[in-house]
């Protein structure tokens, strides 16, 4: 005990106490590197984050090696600090290759800034979805169909990137697909990753358009690797859903001139009792929300975009 005690009064009392403080002030380039340490510290997180606060703090390090070495000519403080701004400057060197190993086309880089870099999405994690789906946009002539009704298989997951798509089911137009919208997303809702099916819609081209597809398989197995990745998919295709099956309740009506709201299915039973009451369920459960509603028609004076 004695001898921990001795080592801590030698430690502390070792070096005299400041008895007269210099009247003058450092030079400028002390000020500058605390300058520096203190704008530094204010980065925030990410790569861009990352470059600026490994930047700053470089550049203070390496005033405070020259104060240091002119001012106060001492050669342990020039070498700490030295030492302190080559390890600054190797990490700035590595996030700058990072960032460059992640760089993308135009059309990837717009999409992540609409859609993934809003939701806080890291560019790494964006790479791993980018190279999921192989780096590649896919055009879509004018008129040429992306999928037709009961012929082609449910193999894929597609965004549009750019252009319209029309939507339709036995000749009948349900709703059109904009950019930043998932194509089949309530295909891919209502199969499990061990089941099969066919399109139940039409979709068309209205535009050239341009769109990103993931394989099934190859989504399914990163989503396995990466958790977060998955939960992510889910919450763009929930949202999707949601946004087709408000588009479909603006194109639809009950008779006397009310119309039929899938989000308050009660309203309407209250305000029409002697109408026979619409069963709404079937399309709402599992079901692909661009199925015509049942016991519903169309609005004859809808108009399309």
Sequence with gaps: MGENASFWES???????????????????????SILF???????????????????????????????WLDVCAADIFSWNFILFAICFVQFIYV???????????????????????????????????????????????????AMQGKTPIDKL????????????????????????????????????TEEGIFQVTLTA???????????KKLYLLFAKHRFISRLFSILIGSDIAEKLYALNDRVHVGKGFRYDIRLPN???????????????????????RRKPTGVTNCSSFSTQ
């Design 11 to 33: 430690l502390i009392y070792a070096h005299p106490t400041c008895t007269t403080w210099k009247q003058e002030a450092e030079g400028s380039i002390y000020h500058l590197a």
């Design 96 to 146: 700058t290759y990072q960032v460059r190993s992640v760089s993308f086309d135009r059309e990837f880089q717009e999409l992540y800034s609409s859609l993934f870099q809003p939701l806080g999405i890291s560019l790494t994690v964006y790479r791993k979805i980018v190279l999921c789906c192989d780096a590649e946009v896919v055009t879509l002539e004018k008129e040429h169909c992306y």
């Design 38 to 68: 203190v704008v530094g510290f204010m980065g925030g997180s990410g790569f861009f984050g990352l470059l600026y606060v490994f930047s700053l703090l470089g550049l203070g390090f390496l005033c405070s090696s020259v104060w240091a």
């Design 158 to 193: 597609s965004l549009l990137v750019s252009g319209r798509i029309r939507v339709t089911v036995d000749g009948e137009f349900l709703h059109y697909i904009f950019p930043l919208q998932f194509l089949d997303s309530p295909e891919w809702d209502s199969l499990r990753p």
């Design 206 to 216: 209205e535009t050239d358009c341009r769109y990103v597809a993931w394989r099934r």
């Design 267 to 289: 309203f309407y039973h209250v305000s029409l009792p002697e109408t026979p009451p619409v069963q709404p369920s079937h399309h709402l459960q599992r079901a692909s929300p």
